[in-house]
């Protein structure tokens, strides 16, 4: 069965570090989405990704964050300078309607020192 | 701001009962998905509920939409250890989730 899948499964890096975060989401899906797990909280979404371009973000991605599609598989996050508050685990998902069926891979956990 | 709360919080039951989890809002949805958890994975979706009233049945887990479409249920019959998990509800195309039930099923 398809499925979507993340790497690092796991990321240390010092406070100020830039970070990638790397998806390869189901082939035959458009939509694209990164979401974020602080220890303890709830899954809160962060940026959703379609045709190229960014078609929903939270106030949480701001101008630290970044998304790209570099080619037709990986779907990436980057962070510029990560904070002590961006340890968290990331959750990309993808869909094939752009609707509220998303799958989800398996999370990078972050961990800013 | 449209608000998931769901309960209990937490819920410890031993094999071979049965349970039931609620997500709850004020407002009404278009749909609402369920989602379990487990420790270091990602959410996997469940199921997708639409239409009021609608009742869906995965295996031993039956989810109701409410009628108005601003609450849903989850029953699991003859819970087996393997139902562990955090149970999250969630709507919107920028999927808003609630905080969880935690299930714990013991032997």
């Known amino acids: 069965e398809p499925e979507v899948t993340q790497t690092p499964s796991h990321q240390v890096t010092q406070m100020g570090q830039e970070v990638i975060l790397r998806c390869v989401p189901i082939?035959?899906?458009?939509?694209f989405y990164w979401y974020r797990q602080i220890l303890g909280q709830k899954v809160e979404f962060l940026v959703s990704f379609y045709n190229n371009e960014i078609s929903e973000k939270s106030e949480i991605f701001d101008d630290q964050f970044s998304v790209e599609r570099p080619d037709g598989s990986n779907f990436t996050l980057k962070i510029r300078s990560t904070k002590l508050e961006d340890s968290a685990m990331y959750f990309c998902a993808s869909s094939d309607t752009g609707g509220e069926t998303q799958y989800f891979g398996p999370g990078t956990r972050l961990l800013v020192l | 701001t449209q608000l998931l709360e769901q309960s209990p919080q937490f819920l410890s039951i031993q094999e071979g009962e049965n349970l039931t989890v609620y997500c709850n809002s004020s407002?009404?949805?278009?749909?609402l998905q369920w989602y379990r958890q487990e420790p270091g994975e990602g959410p996997v979706l469940l199921v997708t509920?639409?239409?009021?009233?609608e009742v869906k049945k995965l295996k031993r887990l039956t989810f109701q939409f409410g009628d108005a479409r601003k609450d849903s249920s989850l029953h699991i019959t003859a819970a087996q250890t393997g139902d562990t998990g955090l149970y999250l509800c969630a709507f919107g195309g920028a999927l808003n989730f609630g905080k969880g039930t935690s299930l714990l099923v013991t032997p």
């Open positions: 082939s035959n899906h458009l939509y």
């Open positions: 407002s009404v949805f278009s749909s």
């Open positions: 509920v639409v239409t009021g009233g």
